[in-house]
Nanobody, 125 residues
């Protein structure tokens, strides 16, 4: 049974930082591209960042470029999202997702096979 479990969310002031983690189990982690998405209240779930199976390729939403960094540790079956210079508009539930790597990094939800339950990030002004 595949499980993705996010952690590291919380309340932070604008300008602060958080690091989210997503621990995966039940899959061959090193074969999967990993993505982060977020859903703000009353809005659709949106792409944030994605990372290839090896970690050598990344892609980011324009809204987080230069502030967020996605990384992974295949030995620990964990993907991370380092979030710096946080803004109130970053407030959302953050989800990690896994997609068997096909040579490209999907930015839509459709290709992702597995999803975590989400972790809340709240940025106060």
């Amino acid at each position: 049974q595949v499980q993705l479990v996010e952690s590291g969310g919380g309340l932070v002031q604008a300008g602060g930082s958080l690091r989210l983690s997503c621990a995966a189990s039940g899959l061959t982690f090193r074969l999967y591209a990993m993505g982060w998405f977020r859903q703000a209240p009353g809005k659709e779930r949106m792409f944030v960042a994605a990372l290839s199976a090896s970690g050598g390729s990344t892609t980011y939403a324009d809204s987080v470029k230069g502030r967020f960094t996605i990384s992974r540790d295949n030995a620990k079956n964990t993907v991370y999202l380092q979030m710096n210079s946080l803004k109130p508009e970053d407030t959302a539930v953050y989800y990690c997702a896994a997609d068997i790597y096909r040579g490209y990094l999907p930015t839509g939800e459709g290709p992702y096979d597995y999803w975590g339950q989400g972790t809340q990030v709240t940025v106060s002004s």
